[in-house]
């Protein structure tokens, strides 16, 4: 079975631009969650989604959006970028929400703002 | 503060060493789980813990929940090389969203 698969990997945008980034989870699962890792603030919880609808959000501000379509796969958005946005965006899906229910992650999207 | 406290940040240590690192809140987790993490890549789940005092071993790895479940600690016999990495805890109090501990970087030496 394919894992959880993220593109691109790597990505680089100026401040003031937005950006999407994609999900895959693997088949079958249908959670997925985002979170954001820096070396400063470690692995943080963005967003949760679940059968298209958002279930759990993080403590970030409104820039950064998501969504989960009908075959699970999900995006993330983030517009009007800023400098403390570069980070790794990580994905992760498991077969529903909750507690107990495993995750997998994917390899990642690596963003760089300049 | 970070709800999930983990030590230490940092270990080097030589093949072929035992360590332990841990995992500690004031919070309780109906289950806790640890990663591992290499760079570039996203964390690999390794275990669950689930009941309270559980111990769970993986090959070399040993995992312990506390009987509280506020901590859990990771112990590692006869490091290899191929053990290094960040290693983290998380889970998910009360039914809120799932938290991450900093980790801790355990690098191996040959």
């Known amino acids: 079975k394919a894992g959880v698969t993220q593109t691109p990997r790597y990505l680089i945008k100026t401040r003031g631009q937005q950006v999407t980034l994609s999900c895959s989870p693997i088949s079958g699962h249908r959670s997925v969650s985002w979170y954001q890792q820096t070396p400063g603030q470690g692995l943080q919880f963005l967003f949760e989604y679940f059968s298209e609808t958002q279930r759990n959000k993080g403590n970030f501000p409104g820039r950064f959006s998501g969504r989960q379509f009908s075959n699970s796969r999900s995006e993330m958005n983030v517009s009007t970028l800023e400098l403390g946005d570069s980070a790794l965006y990580l994905c992760a899906s498991s077969i529903a929400m909750g507690v107990g229910y495993e995750q997998y992650f994917g390899p990642g999207t690596r963003l760089t703002v300049t | ?110």
């Not at chain 2, 240590?13 to 640890?34: A, D, H, K, M, P």
């Not at chain 2, 390794?46 to 993986?58: F, N, Q």
């Not at chain 2, 191929?82 to 900093?102: E, I, Q, S």
């Open chain 2, 1 to 110: 503060t970070q709800l999930l406290e983990q030590s230490p940040q940092f270990l080097s240590i030589q093949e072929g060493e035992n360590l332990t690192v841990y995992c500690n809140s004031s919070s309780v987790f109906s289950s806790l789980q640890w990663y591992r993490q290499e760079p570039g890549e996203g964390p690999v789940l390794l275990v669950t813990v689930v009941t309270g005092g559980e111990v769970k071993k993986l090959k070399r790895l040993t995992f312990q929940f506390g009987d509280a479940r506020k901590d859990s600690s990771l112990h590692i016999t006869a490091a290899q090389t191929g053990d290094t990495g960040l290693y983290l805890c998380a889970g998910a109090p009360l039914n809120n969203d799932m938290r991450f501990g900093a980790g801790t970087r355990l690098t191996v030496k040959p």
